[in-house]
Each structure stands twice: as structure tokens, then as C-alpha cells.
């Protein structure tokens, strides 16, 4: 749909629900707005009378200057996400405002035209005021940020009153901020250290003491670094990528380089998403592109203000989903609250007094995606120094032969007896690793290391420890599977005289390949008989696993559930999405903006100091004074038309909204007129003052009913500000005022 159709379909949505409204209440509305002008005219050009009092600049800009803060709030998400239910507003901002507020405000907007419902009983905003909405409401520190003081002292690096000095982890020594890591190299650092121990948790999740000190070491002045590969560990477990077993951790680490390869640029929130259980290359690259530009400004969230935006990102449902009842309670969202945890866990969110200051560093893709030039070099001490030109699979293949020295600035991995080892047991050769290092280097290995790598190789081989599928057959056997190319179809070792070796070939897969040869099923064996004399009976065939570390070690299992099969490493994106999400993603980069909210032409004019130089009569003046207070006069021209309608000057006729109604103590028939005009209006509350135990208490009550007692009335309703039922007798009220006024159905 393109902007022009979505917008003409907004406009007759408007229509249409102005054209529905009451007699009563339209005239109403046109008496406010159009003053006389609008006394003989019938409803379709009532409609575009107002359409055009709409479109004056001046309106739209007073319109925008008068909203307060919850006002923008309210009308900046309704924006955002689009026609919106009552019920899904609140969701959206839960912590914010009452229930009675929200009701009341929606109640206000929609009088001062900003809002509008729908026929389905949705709240939009008027297509109108689009323009001056987006630059004035839908913006990203109004909907999302914290507080402007508390992200100015949080920008100044000034501690909160009796807080921690300075920021955390800085640096003792001018005060600098440390080096914060990217989530990419951290995960570089967390396959490493994988690779190297099979224990890295603690039963609760934590990271061992062991892994710790080596963090420490390698990303020194890094205050988020433990956190973070925390993090990262228990993303991997969470994916299926890693489990848990009688041994530690076991990593499936061809899944994982994949991982970091498909995922280079959105890394940290595809691993965001699997802490969250909402995993997805898709979603992933569209969370991403949805935080850059409040990554790369520094944004800081206020605490509800993130769980919006994570409600508003691409994919998700933010007014509901279409066609879903209008009335009906929104489902729980899954995950919001696990995702805003990932985002601190993982770095990409610090907490700060309340707040969250996005850490750009901890989302910054320093490693490209694929090098055609040397990215290493190699010394005799076996010394691997990587160079800025490697790319992410260079670092994983270094990783998988070597041990990580140093990650932070230069970068270095050391060959040594243990790694190696580990290269030969996932099926390395010499050969392969020096011709990797020779590409890598663009030079010849170094003589000490080849001459290394081969006495390892050797110590290696001596002894042999066999884990998977070894398959015994005799020689006419032996034959026969020679001949029919079977050993050429599947992966094999011959390791003597009719002993065939497949490792993690399945059985089912060896069994086929024998049948289709023409040779009887083989008998299995998965456990060891009595020692017989021939050595290749010891070796009795079936997967056996061996007891503790093994010489030979395959990959244990691909990737299982939570992640998508990654596609290829280049880093390339999801197609865009369609429809509301790519909306979504327009607006976020239109948020990050922090347009000014008086969307330019200047200042406007408020009625308030127009009303203030005419000469009108008290009451009047009082009046209008009221509808100024609820921002429903825009402009001088359309005061000036209220004011001609009502006989100016002298008077003619009253406004007929009875604004500030009140009575005080001991006027108890005033009270019971001030309670019951109340429970008549459609959205009204009682401020009212009373005398408790000897206390004075005061609140903003919305009344629902009046009883009569023995000695007194008693009125019943719902404290404004929390919901909570409310009984005040009647004779203990020492003021009781009426707020109301609104023009639709109260007049």
C-alpha cells in the first residue's frame, strides 16, 4: 500500500467516525471549533469545515506545543504502532499512567481532535496532524528515553546523588573509560576458551573461577566481559549449539563458527534472541537495524521506555494484531522482559540509576567476513600474531589448532602439544595445518614448528584410542568390498588386515552400503566379550565410547533447536520486510533523529494570552478560561469565533459546559448537586478534600455511585491515581469540585 492510498484510507477512517458521532456531539465539537460558522451547516460539510480549521499550520503547531509529556506519550505511541485498542495502549504503557489517566487522557485527545476512534473501537491519530505528530510525539526520547536530567548527568559521566564515582570500571588513572569489547570478538573469545575447557559453568550458570582469571587476562579493563561471555555460553546451551553432559559442556563447534560467520553483523542480537527464545536470522538482523542509530548515538532508555522499544521491533505486534478484537486483552508478549535482560547481560544496555545507556563499542563488527591477503604471522616459538586484514573464518581456524594469548587490541594464538593434539583428534593433519599457516602467512612454516607439529603428530599416533564404527570382516569379505568401491563412497581407515575404520559414519548408513555390495547384514557388537587371542577381537565392533578423553573426537551434533541452519558468511541481509514492519523500521530511523518538537515555523501563539487582553464579561471569561486549561482552543481566530458565537462582549448566551462546579462545607445540598451532576457525565472526577480520623486527605476520585445511610450519603468510586474502590462519606467532605467539560456527550 503506498503512502498516498494509506493516507486517503486514514482521512475516510476519520470521516467516517466523525460522520458517526451524535447530533449533539458533533455540533458540539463545531460550536468549539468553528464558533458560529458552524450553526447552519449540515453534518458532511460540518466534517470538512473542521477538516480545514485542521489543516491551518498555526493549529497544527499549537496543537503539537500544548501536549505535555504523557500527552506526547500517548499520542507518540498510538503513532507508532498504529490504530491501536484501548487495551493494548495500556500494555504499551504500563508504569506510566493509571488506568483512570490513560481513560481520561484518550477521553481529552480525542476532543482536541488528536485521536480519533475507529469504527472496530480502535484509537488512531487524526491523518490531520500526522506531519506535526511524527516531529512533535513520535519521537525517541519522548517515547523511549529517560528523563531528560537523569541522560544529561549519565552524557557528563556524574554520578548519581550518594552513587559510585565515576563511571563503572573506568580506569584509576585519568579517569578513562576502558576499552569495552564487541560482542564478535568476545564470542572469538569464548569459542577459544571452549576449545580449551570442558567445564566453563558453574551448576548455576556462572562462569568458573578458572575462565574468569583467563577473561581477565585476556580482555583486561573490560568491566562487562565476564558478564558477557557469560552470556554468550548460555546462548549457546539455549540454541542446542551446546549441552551439558557427564563431562562439562559439550560444543558443537562447527555450529558455532557458523554462527559467527551468518550472523557477523547481528551477532549480538541473534544471541540476544536465543537467550530470549526468540531466535531467527530475520529477526535478528532486523532488531539490529532497528538499535543502530541508538547505538551509534548513545541513547539512554529509560526502564520502561526499553521494553516499549523492544515491543515496537519489527516482527512484533505493537497495537495488536490485526483484526483481533478492539475490547480484548492483548496477550502476553513472550520474551520482553527475557530479551531487555539479554540486551543488559550481553553489554549492549548498561543499567545506570534507573536507566539504560546503550554501549555502541559492544555492537561493532571489527572482523570482515572474508580476507584474499595474509592475515597472519608465524614465529619459531610457534607465536601466531593475527593482522587487521583476517577475517572472522581466519580467527576460527587458528582457533580450532592453537590456544588464544592475547585478544585485546593485537591478537595472538600459540601453537602448543595440547592443541595441536586437539587439531589431530578432530582429523587434522600436519599437512593441513602447515598449509593453512603457509596460505594465511603467504611465507613457508618456520622450520621449529613444522619440526614440532611433526613430533606431536608422532606422539599422537603412538597410541590410538578408537571412538565410532570399526567394521571386522574376513578376507573373501574383504574382497568383495574392495572391489565393489564402497571404501570409496564412505570415509575410512584401514587399520589392518580386514579392519575398516568409519568413525561417525551411522551404522545404518554402513549396513546399506554392505547390503547393496551383496554381503549378508554384520553381526553388532556393542559391548566387549571375554579376551579372546586375536588382537582385532579386543576391538570388537559397534559404538563404543570410550571412558574419558579420546584420541579421536568427531563434531558431536549439528545444530539442533532454537537456530535457524545459517546460510552463507558473507554478512549479507534478510530480505527487507514488508508491510507494518517496514513502516516500523522508517519510523525508528526517523525517531533517532530527535526532530524538534515544534516540527519548525517557529513559535506559536497559545490562546491563553489572546484570552487574557479581551474584555469579557466573568463568567465567560471563566469558561473559556477552562477549555484554554484543556487545550481545546488553538488559534486567536477560533477563540475569537467562540467568543462572536456567544454574544461577545454582553454576553448573549452562556457556553453550555458547566466548567468548575464546587461546592464547600457545610453547603450539603451544593455537594449532593456537584456528586450527581458527576455520575450524569460520561467521563468525569471529583477532587475532593475530607476529614479522616482527624486527618485531612484529598484525591481525584471517579464516582460510581451514591448510597444513602442512616445519618449520611455516602459516595463509592475508583481512586484516579491507583484504581483502588473508594467509600467517603458525604458530611466529611470538606470541598468537593467537578472536573469535566468534555464536549462529546457531556453537553
Not at 487524526?126 to 531528560?148: E, S, Y
Not at 530479551?339 to 563488527?365: K, N, Q, S, T
Not at 484570552?611 to 484554554?628: D, T, W
Not at 477560533?638 to 461546592?663: H, N, T, W, Y
Amino acid at each position: 500500500m503506498t503512502e498516498r492510498k494509506m493516507d486517503a484510507t486514514r482521512l475516510a477512517q476519520w470521516r467516517e467516525a466523525m460522520l458517526a458521532e451524535t447530533s449533539v456531539s458533533l455540533r458540539a465539537l463545531a460550536s468549539n471549533y468553528l464558533g458560529a460558522a458552524g450553526e447552519k451547516l449540515d453534518k458532511p460539510k460540518l466534517v470538512g469545515a473542521i477538516a480545514a480549521m485542521l489543516d491551518d499550520p498555526e493549529a497544527q503547531r499549537t496543537a503539537v506545543a500544548m501536549m505535555d509529556r504523557l500527552d506526547a506519550l500517548i499520542v507518540g505511541t498510538v503513532s507508532l504502532a498504529g490504530a491501536t485498542s484501548e487495551a493494548w495502549l495500556r500494555d504499551l504503557l504500563v508504569g506510566e499512567l493509571s488506568f483512570h489517566e490513560l481513560e481520561y487522557r484518550l477521553a481529552n485527545l480525542g476532543e482536541r481532535l488528536l485521536l480519533f476512534a475507529t469504527q472496530d473501537g480502535r484509537w488512531a491519530v487524526n491523518p490531520h496532524f500526522d506531519a506535526a505528530v511524527r516531529a512533535g510525539a513520535a519521537r525517541a526520547d519522548i517515547l523511549f528515553g529517560a528523563a531528560a536530567e537523569e541522560e544529561a548527568r549519565i552524557a557528563a559521566g556524574t554520578p548519581p546523588a550518594g552513587g559510585a564515582q565515576g563511571a563503572e570500571g573506568a580506569e584509576a588513572l585519568g579517569g578513562v573509560r576502558p576499552r569495552i569489547m564487541p560482542i564478535q570478538e568476545l564470542a572469538l573469545v569464548a569459542y577459544g576458551l571452549l576449545r580449551d575447557c570442558r567445564e566453563p559453568l558453574l551448576k548455576d550458570g556462572r562462569l568458573a573461577a578458572k575462565l574468569r582469571r583467563r577473561l581477565a587476562a585476556l580482555c583486561p579493563g573490560d568491566p562487562g566481559a565476564v558478564g558477557a561471555v557469560e552470556a554468550i555460553v548460555n546462548a549457546l546451551l539455549a540454541a542446542g549449539i551446546a549441552s551439558r553432559d557427564d563431562e562439562g559442556v559439550a560444543v558443537n563447534f562447527r555450529a558455532f563458527a557458523e554462527l559467527l560467520c551468518a550472523h557477523r553483523e547481528d551477532l549480538a542480537f541473534a544471541l540476544a534472541g536465543m537467550l530470549s527464545g526468540r531466535p531467527g536470522k530475520t529477526r535478528s538482523l532486523a532488531a539490529a537495524e532497528a538499535c543502530r542509530p541508538f547505538l551509534d548515538r548513545g541513547f539512554v532508555f529509560s526502564c520502561a521506555g526499553l521494553r516499549r522499544f523492544i515491543r515496537f521491533m519489527p516482527g512484533e505486534a505493537a497495537g495488536g494484531p490485526p483484526g483481533a478484537d478492539a475490547q480484548a486483552a492483548p496477550a502476553p508478549v513472550p520474551g520482553v522482559e527475557a530479551y531487555a535482560d539479554a540486551l543488559e547481560r550481553l553489554g549492549l544496555v548498561e543499567r545506570e540509576a534507573g536507566a539504560f545507556r546503550c554501549e555502541p563499542e559492544r555492537a561493532l563488527c571489527p572482523w570482515r567476513a572474508a580476507s584474499q591477503e595474509a592475515c597472519a604471522s608465524v614465529d619459531g616459538s610457534g607465536a601466531i600474531h593475527i593482522l587487521p586484514s583476517a577475517s572472522l573464518r581466519d580467527i576460527v581456524e587458528l582457533l580450532d589448532i592453537g590456544v588464544l594469548k592475547s585478544a585485546s587490541g593485537a591478537w595472538t594464538i600459540g601453537l602448543t602439544r595440547e592443541s595441536a593434539r586437539r587439531a589431530f583428534t578432530a582429523g587434522k593433519t600436519v599437512e593441513d595445518i602447515g598449509r593453512m599457516l603457509e596460505r594465511m602467512s603467504g611465507r613457508s612454516l618456520p622450520q621449529a614448528i613444522a619440526f614440532d607439529l611433526r613430533m606431536w603428530e608422532d606422539e599422537y599416533e603412538a597410541i590410538k584410542l578408537y571412538r565410532g564404527y570399526l567394521l571386522s570382516v574376513d578376507a573373501a569379505s574383504a574382497r568383495i568390498i574392495e572391489q565393489s568401491g564402497l571404501l570409496s563412497r564412505l570415509p575410512n581407515e584401514a587399520i589392518g588386515e580386514g579392519l575398516y575404520y568409519f568413525g561417525n559414519v551411522s551404522g545404518a548408513t554402513i549396513e546399506k552400503a554392505l547390503a547393496d555390495s551383496g554381503l549378508p547384514p554384520p553381526a553388532l557388537r556393542s559391548s566387549v566379550r571375554q579376551a579372546q587371542a586375536r588382537s582385532h577381537q579386543k576391538s570388537a565392533s559397534g559404538e563404543a565410547k570410550a571412558p574419558g578423553q579420546t584420541a579421536l573426537e568427531h563434531e558431536p551434533r549439528e545444530a539442533a533447536r532454537g537456530t535457524e541452519a545459517p546460510r552463507s558468511g558473507d554478512g549479507s541481509k534478510a530480505p527487507a520486510a514488508k508491510g507494518h514492519d517496514a513502516g516500523l523500521r522508517a519510523a525508528f530511523a526517523y525517531l533517532a533523529e530527535g526532530l524538534p518538537a515544534s516540527g519548525g515555523g517557529g513559535s506559536p501563539a497559545l490562546p491563553a494570552g489572546e484570552l487574557a487582553r479581551m474584555n469579557l464579561p466573568p463568567g465567560l471569561r471563566k469558561k473559556l478560561e477552562e477549555r484554554v486549561r484543556r487545550k481545546l482552543i488553538y488559534t486567536a481566530g477560533q477563540l475569537r469565533a467562540i467568543v462572536e458565537s456567544e454574544g461577545g462582549a454582553g454576553g448573549r448566551k452562556a457556553l453550555s459546559a458547566d466548567f468548575g462546579l464546587s461546592a464547600k462545607g457545610l453547603d450539603f445540598p451544593g455537594k449532593l448537586r456537584v456528586i450527581q451532576a458527576a455520575l450524569k457525565a460520561t467521563y468525569s472526577r471529583l477532587d475532593i478534600r475530607w476529614s479522616s480520623e482527624g486527618e485531612i486527605r484529598s484525591c481525584a476520585l471517579r464516582p460510581t455511585s451514591l448510597r444513602k445511610t442512616e445519618k449520611d450519603y455516602v459516595l463509592e468510586g475508583e481512586d484516579v491515581s491507583s484504581g483502588d474502590p473508594l467509600s467517603i462519606r458525604v458530611g466529611s467532605m470538606i470541598q468537593v469540585s467537578l472536573r469535566k467539560g468534555y464536549l462529546l456527550g457531556d453537553e
